[in-house]
């Protein structure tokens, strides 16, 4: 039982890697940078997303958004404040976002052209195992760990953190109060994933976001 | 494909149920309440642990703790400073704890008499999405939510909050550095599952442990 699940499971894989293969290949065609967002559920997604379209778009950029939540909209509607285009999917049950998915929700997302846009971000549902092995075509893979959570998640989610490429630290206005030992934190997550590039933000007070969307901006640059 | 995945995955949660079943039985007929502790990752699942163990060990009660993760034995090691046996469970990768796995380290665990327990807490892998589906043969399903995550977590997660039998939310020291709104809250946990029994706890401070503790004593009474 458990080989034929595994076999399953590597089908599966195989074709979602072959979807998201072709994704990023329409990704690049078009110019735009697609970063893919995954932690646990409550570390902060929606508000780093929101304040970092925002953000964006102030600073003149084209910018879009897909969340994923197993249900409700909440997030979108959350984030449809920011005036940017922004589109739920509801993965009903499921613990991650499929490359399929993606795709079919640009494919029905009529109003909106690729090649018009610079970032489209991809807000995974919120877990820190399961869309670790889902590749959704992004360019880069955003793991976000609040301070609030403990200094060891990398250790206890190596696989998440190993397959990000960037770290993101959020709630640090929240630091003082949870005892946040900041030293640690980043040790573990290098110890992981060394060199991997670290940002420490909070969406309440904005630290840090001057660094992260200048970030952005030169990875947007770099790689069009 | 869809369609195998979903009958191999009925074939193995059957398999998981059957076990289950003969684990509930094995614990009633030794007099021990299992309770099963599901949350995100970084909820405080193994802070809230630590200080009931040591406070049930206190009030002269017999207890002890599985722990689950998917990598790293820091939990087990941390818990063992409250003097209670605890054994940790490395799943390697796997998203939640299966009743296989509960007998197998049981019968490993060959200094551990079940009859001579009161108390046996299972601490299954931080995650909201994959533990629900998988019966322990648990007593009680304990949902922890802390005031960090965010009050929207239980209408994201459904499934999680409805297959509990109870909610704990943690780290209410933080309740205003959060600006938590905890009517909100508890609306939300209802609107899942009516009539839910919730406490609200610190591990920090201790507050809610005494309710918590008289809860835990109560429901042990009760059913031996």
């Known amino acids: 039982m458990t080989t034929r699940i595994v076999e399953l499971r590597r089908g599966i894989l195989k074709k979602n890697d072959e979807l998201a293969a072709e994704l990023r290949a329409r990704f690049a065609a078009a110019g735009v940078l697609v970063l ?30 897909l969340v994923g939540d197993l249900e409700t909209d909440n997030d979108a509607r959350r984030l449809a404040s920011s005036g940017v285009p922004v589109r739920q999917i509801n993965t009903h049950g499921e613990c991650h976002l499929e490359a399929e998915e993606i795709g079919r929700h640009l494919d029905d997302w009529k109003e909106l052209a ?12 919120g877990n820190l195992v399961c869309p670790s092995d889902y590749d959704l075509g992004e360019a880069i893979r955003v793991v976000l760990l609040s301070v609030t959570e403990g200094e060891d998640k990398p250790l206890k989610y190596p696989t998440m953190f190993n397959s990000a490429d960037t770290a993101v630290l959020t709630k640090m206005d929240l630091a ?22 670290i940002f420490e933000t909070s969406a309440k007070t904005g630290a840090g976001f001057d660094e992260w ?6 990875e947007q640059k770099s790689r069009h």
Request: glycine letters at 8%; one cysteine or more; charged letters at 25%.
């Open 36 to 65: 893919n967002l995954v932690s646990s559920p409550g570390t902060g997604k929606t508000a780093l997303l929101e304040r970092t379209l925002k953000g964006l778009k102030a600073r003149g950029a084209r910018v879009a958004a």
């Open 114 to 125: 690729l090649d018009q846009l610079d970032f489209l971000f991809i807000e995974n549902v």
């Open 176 to 197: 003082g109060p949870c005892d946040f030992n900041r030293e640690l934190a980043i040790k573990n997550i290098n110890e992981i994933r060394p060199g991997m590039r």
């Open 213 to 218: 969307l200048a970030y952005l901006a030169e």
